[in-house]
């Protein structure tokens, strides 16, 4: 079961130091399972890192870069120094992507939740998995209460896949239940529920007495005033629907044989998280936009409790599950991807790469275009608008303040030098 959450930070959970946001089953998850301490994602923004995390390859190489707006094409502002690559913004049919790992296997696959890395014709359905639940061309949802719309958001009024509810009926908590209904119908099969949940995306919404929690909790000697009432609410109803997950599995007999993927598409939103410390957050280069939460649970194979320190990004958990399944990749298939199952077997283990972002697009959050790179210690960013550049050394400096361009020009030039081939891939 791949859990993959939306807008969520790296920090916005207990298990990773937040203490105002309440997430115990989140947190239990990770007592239970691994969590990496240096993940990332893709892309700053979710459908690029969406496309890798479906694809196991970078977003450059899937020709997707940028996210799917409404006018269906990348904003740039008038006088803009470059004008964005026109991507594809949709995965091509001929990509592999997860469902098509394990149906050889004889796995039942189904979507449920966000979808938004292709149009009609691109959908979940379309590209290989058997069933499909609310998962469409747009990403963020009408609104999180049934009926699910807005007829004020002309283009995006409602969710067409996703039928039915009754009054006072929340997102987070209907696409659990059609999971856990799932679970049930399919507990003699094997099965990859892919659970994109929509939370904790735009427009902030959550149940009244968890707001009214949140914000009591501003007003005490606990608060947080860096942190949203009501996006502290969303996470808590999301670690809520991850307990009920977990029971189900639990009361199906099936949790000793399932493996649980719980992630993050990539960093939250500055202004409603604490970002604690980490510089900037969605929609920038910088480790706010980029780094997020990665937990996996898997009985008998992932020692309990277990805390890796090694880097992760999107892709691996596509060729992590290639691995699980013995899935064998057709001639001339690139993975980007690496498989982590030998950290399962020895987590201090140290296992160094290069990791490389391209996003050269105007997010609505940064408005920065740019690539990045981390190889070893440092992290080398270009910026396309304004054109800078930039080098920290990220263990010494984690909060990305002291730029050292200037002082390192040797360090610089290797760096931008290992970019730039990469970027010349195949």
Known sequence: MVVLVDDLGKTDLGTYGNQFIETPNIDQLAKEGMKWENAYAAAPVCS?????????????????????????????????LIIPPNDLMFIPLEEIILPELVKPSGYKTISIGKWHVGPTGYWPMDMGFDENIAGWTHGSPPSHFYPYEDENKKWNPAIPTLEGGKKGEYLSDRLTDETVNYIKRNKNNPFLIYLPYYAVHSPLQAPQDLVKKYQDKQLSSKGNSSIDPVYAAMVERLDYNIGRLMDALKKEGLEENTVVIFASDNGAVKKSSDMMGYREGKGHLYEGGIRVPFIMKWPNNIKPNTVNENRTKSEDIFATIADIVVYKSEPGHIIDGKSLRQQFLDPNVEESRDMFWYYPHYSPQGNAPGGAIISGDYKYIEFYDPVGYELYNLKLDPREENNLFSTMPEKVIEMSGIFNKWFQMD
């Open 48 to 80: 690029p890192s969406r496309a890798a995390f479906l694809t196991g390859q970078n977003p450059a190489r899937v020709h997707f870069t940028g996210h799917i707006t409404a006018i269906g094409r990348h904003r740039h502002p008038e006088n803009s």
